[in-house]
């Protein structure tokens, strides 16, 4: 089956990752791609000739009769997402989100509440749960009940107020991708010249006594970004390609046992599969194609926001359960010891 595509959305990180990969699966007949809308009409042209999308437009709903898409990819800035899938769901065609969804947990629960009431079908791109190597991770937890996780996302000269939302998210939904919902977090802060700039080192614990530590470093003249998980006498660890870590890491999948490394993968070298952009796009339409749930939908990805607000807030304490159908109900932490500062 091949899926047609309406796509809204044609900045720089989509240049970068989500033209390049539909237009893979364009090749492979995976996908048709009918149309690309950006608010820039200039833009969306230049997208349209660069990719070989069908049509390009400046306002997704007038063109949606004509293209009649299966499905629709929104790539717009996070401060845009909210406003714009809420028109969208109200028409059931599934939609594949870019990451956050929202800039708060009260937009994100408010998306997954009227996702839920629309009925429709979600999916947040969250793009560590399809990188090979993240996913050879979960599948060793299958088989190894983890007590002890440590992540780093160590940057360089990503001195962004909004770093622990806009990206450090993803570190926070990758924990929960292989470990699932933690109980309880403590936050801690160190803050640059600009006060509201801040590297965050994070502690989560988990009803089975299992512990994560986090790190999130925003200037540190070093890129790596990695995943260690440890289990009885036994570590398995990822370290990602090399958008997000510098080529002098080590970057892939390795096993060790008794000090020794028993097990090996390397990057494929192939940036949209090493990246999990490819990926993401085919769990998406695999689970089209098969009718199943969204294994990331607007209601997941809300829990993912609560820790990363948790995280900008410097909250420490208990996570109370998420209540998306009502987002109303929704009992955000406060608590910040940035106030005090």
């Known amino acids: 089956m091949s899926f047609r595509i309406a796509h809204v959305g044609a900045g720089e990180w989509s240049r970068y990752a989500h033209g390049p990969a539909l237009q893979r699966l364009a090749q492979k007949s995976i996908v048709s791609l009918e149309l690309i809308c ?20 400046d306002n997704i709903h007038e063109t949606l009769a004509e293209v009649r898409p299966d499905a629709i990819i929104c790539t717009v800035q996070p401060s845009a997402t909210a406003e714009l899938v809420k028109s969208l769901l109200p028409l059931r065609i599934p939609l594949f989100i870019e990451k956050p969804p929202g800039i708060s947990l009260i937009e994100a629960a408010s998306l997954a509440s009227e996702s ?18 993240i996913v050879q991770l979960r599948e060793w937890t299958m088989h190894h009940p983890v007590g002890f996780a440590r992540v780093e996302m160590l940057r360089t000269n990503r001195l962004e107020p909004e770093f622990a ?16 919902d933690p109980e309880s977090i403590e936050v ?12 965050y080192s994070v502690w989560l614990g988990f009803q089975n006594s299992a512990t994560a530590e986090i790190s999130m470093m925003l200037n540190t ?9 440890s289990s009885e006498g036994t570590t398995a660890e990822a370290t990602l390609g090399s958008a997000y870590s510098s080529d002098l890491c080590y970057q892939g999948y390795r096993e060790w046992t008794g ?22 796009y085919e769990n998406f339409f695999h689970l089209l194609e098969k009718g199943t749930p969204s ?8 829990r993912s926001m609560q820790l990363a607000e ?26 910040s010891r940035r106030a005090t500062d």
């Open 38 to 57: 950006d608010l820039q009409i200039k833009r969306a042209r230049q997208f349209r000739d660069l990719f070989h999308y069908r049509l390009a437009s």
């Open 295 to 302: 294994t990331c939908s607007l209601a997941d990805a809300a």
């Open 221 to 229: 003249g070093l890129r790596r970004e990695s995943y260690y998980l």
């Open 116 to 133: 839920i009431a629309a009925d429709a079908f979600t999916f947040v791109a969250f793009n560590r749960r399809a990188i090979p190597s």
């Open 165 to 180: 939302i806009g990206t450090g998210i993803h570190v926070l939904d990758a924990i929960r991708f292989l470990m699932g």
């Open 188 to 199: 801690k802060s160190r803050s640059h010249d600009n006060p509201d700039v801040r590297d």
């Open 259 to 280: 000090e020794t490394i028993t097990r090996e993968l390397a990057l494929v070298k192939d940036r949209l599969i090493d990246d999990g952009l490819i990926g993401e």
């Open 310 to 335: 948790a995280v900008r807030n410097e909250y420490s304490g208990k996570l109370l359960p998420l209540c998306v159908e009502q987002a109303g109900r929704i009992i955000t932490p406060k608590t």
